[in-house]
Every structure is written in C-alpha cells, then in structure tokens.
C-alpha cells in the first residue's frame, strides 16, 4: 500500500482541517478570505493533477521501484483523474461562489468551506473506487457533508426543512443501497466490482445477486435523481443555499454516475440484460418527468431542479451503451465518452448559472427577479443566457455536442430493438419541451418587465459585480462558446479516459 | 440455525423499517426506522460471512463496522436538525413541514 496513492483526498482533507485550525485565529471579518484561500489551494491541487501527474508517480517509484496505481478498493487511471478535475473545478467555482454569497449565509463561514472540501474529497474517492467498501464510505462522505451544507442557514425555515428532508430521504436510500451490497456479497462472496463478472455457484446465488444489483442501482439512483428515486430533488434545491445547490447538481451527481460506469463496466453478459432494460425504463421516466415537471416552475432554484433530472435522464441514455453485450458495434467508450463531454458541460453551464443567481437580489427566487436583467446588468444576462442555451442543446454551445454524443450512442445500442426505439421518441420529445422552459427564463430576462407588480422593470439600479467573479463568469461563458465550436481538444482528451470502456 | 433463518429474520426488519420511514410522522421515530434499515443489512453481513465459503476472510464484519459508522455519523446530523428544527418550528411532526411544495 502506496500513501501517494491517496494524495489528492489526503490534501483535499488536510485543507480543510487547516481551514478549521486557522478559522480559530481569524477575526471576523477576516473569514471570506479562508473561501479565497480554500479556493487557492484546490486550484493548485488541479494544476499539479492536470500539468504534473507524474509528481504522485514519482514518489511510488522512490518507495516502491514501480509506479503503483492501484490500491485495495482504489483505482487512480486517466477516468479517475478526468473526475477528479472535474470535480475540483466544481468545488473551486463554488467555494468562491460561496464568498461572494457571504451576507447571505449568515453563519459560521469557515465551516461551510471545510465542508465542502470533505464533500470534495468524498466525490473525489468515490471517482476512484473499485470496491463496494470505497463506494459505500465515499458516498456516505459526500451525502452527510451535504445534510449539513443544505440546512446551513439555520435561521431560514426552508433551508432547514430542505435539510431533514434530504437527511431522511437520503438516509432510507443509503440504507437500501447498503442491503443491496449485503445481497451481492452474499451472491459472490466477494466486495470487489470485478466479482459481477464472474458466474455464481448456483441458481440462488444469482437471483440473489440479481436483487442486490437493483437495489444497489436505486440507492446510486437517489444520488443521480433518477425517476422514482427523485422526490427529494425539487425540495432540497430550492430550500438549500445557492452555492450548495449548485454543487448538489453537479458533485453529487457526477459521483452517481462515475460510480455506476465503473460498476456497469464490470458486468457479465447476462447481467448486462437486465440492467440494460432497467436503465432503459429509468431513463425514460427520468427525461419524460423532469422535463414535464419544468413546465410549471415559477422558481429558479426549482425550475433547475427539474431540469436536472431531465439531464439525469439523459445521462442514463449514455449509461446504456455501457450495457451493450462486448463486442457490439458502439462500444461502452462510445458512451462513456458521450457522458464525460456532457458532464463537463454541464459543469460550466450550472455554476455560470448559480454564480448569476447569487448575484440577484430577492429571497424568493421567482422568475420575476430576472426582469429587466438585460438593462441591470448586460454581464449577468449575457452569460445566464449562454448558459440557459447550452443547458438546453442549441449549437453553437457546449451542451449541444454532449446531447448529441448521448443520443447517438443510446441510437446506436438500441437499434438492434426496434421496440425500445420509444425511449428516442421520448428523448426527443424531452429536448423539445426543455426548449419551452429554457426559453422562459430567456423571456423573463429580456422581455420580462412588469410581471411582478412592486418593482417595474427598467427602475431599478444597476448591479455591481465584484471583478473576481465578472472574470469568472467570462470566462465560463467562454468556455461554453470555445469548447462548443472547438471540441476536437477536449475530446481527444477525454479518449485517454475512456480507453478503460474500449 | 441456517441461513435463511438469518435472511428471513433481516428481510422482516428491512420491511417493518420500510413501513416505518414511509408511515410516522414524528422525525425521530423515522430516524429509529432508518436505524433498523441499517441494522438488516448489517446482519445480512454477519450471516453471509458466518455461512459463506471462506469465513477467513474478514469482509463482512468489516463492511457491519464502516456501516455502523456511517450510520451514527448520520443520526448525529439527524439529531442535531432535529433540536434546530424544533427551536424554529416547535414541532417534530414531519406534516407540519411543508413551506416547500409545488405552487
């Protein structure tokens, strides 16, 4: 066993006892500055992760004579590393998110950070395990990180409320989840994820192991927000603060999900089947309900909600090339290539979206504080607006490739069942509706003035935004832009990280 | 003894915890019914280590303790909104929770 192995999270975690050790010695204006801090030292974990991976290396090779990128339960490859980047980048976005949202939260900031630096390294395991223990233990560290970040304002009722009704919906999911893995232990004999690849000694044996495997599938669907397993969803996001929002909609999901790529990759043929039909059926209720649930929002926080689980659901639609039988025609890194670009997107396109909201003025987050945006502040509208269309899949911008990618891969696997071709029926349909309500946030933003009756469009000052966070927003806004037009160097990238699916 | 005592024992626990979190009101009768939950997996554990092929290898038990864990780590959170939530609601009656909802 290899300590250099585990240096990310050992950093991730030591920043955030640090912060909680200075916090001590911190007068109280002094705090913000622990957020910029925080956000600094995350900032140089990623460059050295993204410039010098052969740091970790080099330190196996001093202590061991070869690298080492293996450990019981722990895999560090190139799909590990792009989630951990991934991953960082979010934390970073929304630690200085959460700076600027200071006034807001009214309490005790050094823990907020610190907080979200153990969810950070819960999310960061999690990208890396090859064990039900690591899934277990990474997954528990991100959602208890969460139950307390949601009910973080203490003083608002509905933070609070967010708070226990997430703490009680994730807590009967965590415990499905883990009678699940007790099922396929029991099945295999083993905690390894290898160990679904093998054939189990009797015909009990594999009932058991195929209930433990739906099981463990919805207690991961809860963390993704798939159907069934979405009520909590519309709830905790509106009532939770909004950096924490944003890093439910974008960690904890991508935690979901790279975790159930690794799981699905080790699945054996038969096994394939059944979690292929499953995932189909998922997937669809997932697109057809969040998109038609978006419909009638009049919240932001909840609108963005619903709209994660449409997304959700069409991350499924990625999942499912996963399932292909080996040696079909899209192969699994077709749509784990698919699901990684959209993710990225996805990334850029919430925490552009959620650093706007926390510019805004207006507890309630109605539609009805975009109004007259345009004229308040051309920044914030302008790059709301690019984000808004990416999130609902018009060319030129980043979320159009990854929608694409998805469709075309879930295309492609289910071709062969011409019965099954409903689920692109509704796929589209989602894309369609999302359209709707996407645009009714453009619509409150430029053509919106006079829906709410005590502050007309137009009167209202200007807003200041502080220059760290109008060059984040630029730049965020470029990204989506950049990437949408020139994808070929994010996607080259990203066929390292799925040479793993090949 | 055999295993399907065991099994049939920890499925009636997962169903009277099921019908627990799904049915009372009171937040912390619903963090007693999460806590059996947890207890029918762990003994889940327990049993397939006990009977399985190599009870050597430590496995089971090892999974019992990180679950048990967690699961205290989380009904200390649990707790802890619990008091919080009764300083601003005076009430620990999960109906009454309800400023959250669809328009």
């Not at chain 1, 064990?131 to 003083?155: A, W």
């Not at chain 1, 909609?249 to 699945?267: I, P, Q, T, W, Y």
């Not at chain 1, 832009?481 to 990238?493: D, H, K, R, S």
């Amino acid at each position: 066993m290899n300590v250099m192995l585990y240096s990310m999270e050992i950093a991730m975690v030591l920043s955030g006892l640090g912060i909680l050790m200075l916090d001590l010695g911190t007068p109280a204006r002094g705090k913000r500055d622990l957020g910029y801090l925080a956000a600094f030292l995350m900032s140089l974990l990623l460059l050295q992760s993204v410039f010098m991976p052969e740091v970790q290396d080099g330190f196996s090779l001093l202590s061991s004579g070869h690298s080492i990128t293996e450990g019981p339960g722990y895999k560090l490859d190139a799909f590990a590393r792009y989630f951990k980047h991934l991953f960082l980048l979010a934390a970073i976005l929304v630690l200085l998110m959460a700076v600027d949202f200071a006034g807001t939260l009214r309490a005790r900031l050094a823990e907020f950070f610190a907080l979200v630096l153990f969810a950070l390294t819960g999310m960061s395991a999690a990208a890396s395990a090859t064990n039900f223990i690591t899934l277990f233990v990474s997954i528990e560290l991100i959602t208890v990180s969460f139950y307390v970040l949601t009910s973080f304002q203490r003083g608002q009722m509905r933070s609070l409320e967010a708070g226990v009704k997430y703490l009680i919906l994730g807590a009967a999911a965590s415990a499905v989840l883990v009678y699940g893995i007790a099922l396929v232990y029991g099945a295999t004999g083993s905690m390894e994820f290898a160990a679904l690849g093998k054939a189990c000694p009797s015909a009990e044996h594999d009932h058991l192991l195929r209930l433990g495997l739906l099981l463990v599938i919805a207690g991961l669907g809860f963390k993704i927000a798939a159907f069934p397993f979405q009520i909590w969803v519309p709830d905790v996001y509106q009532g939770a603060p909004a950096p924490v929002t944003a890093f439910l909609a974008v960690g904890s999901k991508a935690a979901g999900f790279a975790l159930l790529m690794r799981l699905c990759h080790h699945l054996r043929p038969d096994l394939r089947e059944l979690t292929l039909t499953v995932l189909a059926a998922l997937a669809g209720a997932t697109i057809l309900y969040g998109s038609l649930c978006a419909l009638r929002q009049r919240n932001l926080k909840r609108l963005f909600g619903y709209a994660g689980i449409a997304s959700a659901g069409y991350l499924l639609l990625g999942l499912l090339a996963l399932n292909a039988q080996p040696g079909a025609s899209p192969s699994g890194a077709q749509g784990c290539h698919a699901m990684m670009f959209y993710l990225a997107g996805y990334l850029i396109a919430v925490m552009a979206a959620f650093t706007v909201l926390c510019h805004l003025d207006g507890e309630d987050e109605d539609l009805s504080v975009l109004a007259g945006l345009h004229a308040r502040s051309p920044l914030l509208a302008t790059v709301l607006t690019l984000s808004v269309v990416s999130m609902a899949g018009l060319p030129p911008l980043m979320g159009f490739l990854g929608k694409f990618l998805l469709l075309q891969s879930a295309f492609e696997v289910l071709s062969p069942h011409p019965a099954q071709l409903w689920l692109m029926v509704v796929a589209l349909g989602g894309v369609v509706i999302s359209l709707y309500y996407y645009f009714g946030i453009l619509r409150a933003i430029y053509w919106g003035g006079g829906i709410s009756p005590g502050r007309p469009a137009g009167e209202s000052e200007a807003i200041t935004v502080p220059p760290l966070a109008r060059l984040l927003l630029i730049a965020c806004g470029l990204i989506l832009l950049w990437v949408g037009i020139f994808p070929q160097a994010l996607l080259e990238w990203l066929g390292d990280a799925v040479a793993l699916f090949r | 003894m055999t295993l399907n005592h065991y099994l049939v024992l920890s499925a009636i626990l997962l169903g009277i915890g099921l019908l627990g979190v799904l049915t009372r009101r009171n937040i912390i009768v619903v963090l007693f019914s999460i806590e059996i939950l947890f207890n029918a997996a762990n003994l889940n554990f327990i049993a397939f280590w006990r009977f399985g092929p190599n009870p050597e290898a430590l496995m089971g038990p090892m999974f019992a303790l990180f679950a048990i864990a967690v699961a205290a780590a989380e009904v200390a959170v649990g707790l802890a909104l619990v008091i919080a939530v009764y300083r601003h609601f005076k009430t620990v009656d999960l109906e009454k929770l309800d400023t959250l909802r669809e328009p």
